[in-house]
């Protein structure tokens, strides 16, 4: 079965548009004639101050995200606002920030240079954005990696003509794309392309299945502005104190209990050759501590581990 | 069989885990999961399997 199509329009290389998104619909974003970075913005459409976040996505789906990934918004809503429902070569980056005149100016002396943050805030001006309101993108079609010293890379571009990525909105969005401007860098092998997007409509039981996921499930921490203790955003530039300010943090004072445990000598045993490993502490009290919450992550918490399972047995 | 007592300094935060598993899991008590937790920890990472 076949989407229907709703909307579609070639970018030309220097250019980003912007298009409005109603939940259940599909934006496929794809390769003219390959090799071609695009960049992505991604917002509520009844509340820009919701927006994708690279640093929520990459936590939950790693640094390169592909098919099954979904792409969440910041905190404090901290929701999956769209899935990336199809990808036809797996090659994508949230790692790297989005060029910008800066970097041509700073790293090749060129400033007037084309660049995504310009081109990506020229496309959403359509919809009243500001410059500032451009937010780190999700850059599809970019190769990276990061190399033994932690460093990272741009590797080749890998798209080929035809390749595509398809988004699905779980809520009414603003989507907006642009032909990556780096010609100077190795994103798009140095040549600017043109790149194809369209709407479609979902096909039957698409959007129920992205939302029936366990990750997608509503949580009361998913916070909205009817929560916020100011509600309206601030709309001058000058930041001055609240004198009414009176402090509200959570759990605060943090209250600290000490606790006996009891253990055999073949368990202090075991403590003691895990504190000689050097890895979990100095003390059988920090150790302890260590190993209790390490267990508990292996056995019990939900979604992706934030440790090195190897590391602990060095 | 001797018994070493450690001193474990929690936070009120930390508790509330500690006290949920207790409860979900059936231990008798904090230091009961705490023991569980080490043994098997150093069994998974540390103890060479019999052949």
């Given at each position: 079965m076949e989407r229907e199509l709703v909307f579609e329009t070639v970018m030309e290389p220097g250019t980003g548009k912007g298009v409005e998104l109603r939940r259940g619909q599909v934006l496929r974003i794809e390769q003219v004639e390959g090799g071609q970075c695009a960049d992505f913005n991604l917002f509520n459409?009844?509340?820009?101050?919701e927006h994708f976040h690279t640093a929520r996505t990459r936590h939950m789906h790693g640094l390169m995200p592909s098919t099954g990934a979904l792409l969440w918004s910041a905190p404090?809503?901290?929701?999956?606002?769209?899935?990336?429902?199809?990808?036809?070569?797996g090659s994508n980056d949230i790692l790297y920030g989005r060029c910008s005149a800066f970097l041509y100016d700073y790293q090749y002396g060129l400033p007037v240079h084309t660049n995504c943050h310009d081109i990506q805030a020229e496309a959403q001006r359509e919809f009243g954005?500001?410059?500032?309101?451009?937010?780190?993108?999700?850059?599809?079609f970019m190769n990276t990696g990061i190399d033994p010293s932690g460093n990272p890379f741009i590797a080749p571009n890998l798209a080929r003509r035809g390749d595509y990525v398809e988004i699905l909105a779980l809520i009414d969005v603003l989507a907006v794309a642009n032909v990556c401007g780096a010609d100077v860098m190795a994103t798009s092998n140095f040549e600017l392309k043109p790149l194809r997007i369209a709407i479609y409509e979902s096909l039957p039981g698409e959007l129920e299945s992205q939302e029936s996921r366990p990750e997608a499930a509503a949580h009361v921490?998913?916070?909205?502005?009817?929560?916020?203790?100011?509600k309206q955003i601030k709309a001058d530039r000058e930041l001055t104190r609240d004198k009414s300010y009176v402090p509200a943090f959570t759990n605060v004072p943090i209250q600290r209990q000490e606790l006996d445990v009891q253990l055999s000598d073949a368990e202090i045993a075991r403590l003691d050759h895990l504190i000689e490993t050097g890895q979990l502490g100095s003390t059988r009290a920090e150790v302890l501590r260590y190993v209790f919450f390490s267990w508990w992550i292996e056995k019990f918490?939900?979604?992706?581990?934030?440790?090195d399972r190897e590391a602990a047995k060095a | 069989m001797n018994t070493h007592d450690v001193n474990l300094r929690l936070n009120q935060q930390q508790l509330e885990l500690l006290d949920r598993t207790v409860e979900e899991q059936g231990s008798s008590g904090r230091g009961d999961l705490i023991v569980r937790a080490l043994n098997e920890y150093y069994e998974e990472h540390f103890q060479t399997p019999a052949t």
């Open positions: 459409l009844h509340d820009y101050k404090p809503r901290d929701r999956p606002i769209a899935a990336l429902v199809t990808d036809t070569l954005l500001t410059p500032d309101d451009v937010h780190d993108s999700f850059n599809f921490t998913q916070r909205d502005p009817s929560t916020f203790r100011v918490m939900q979604g992706p581990k934030h440790f | -």
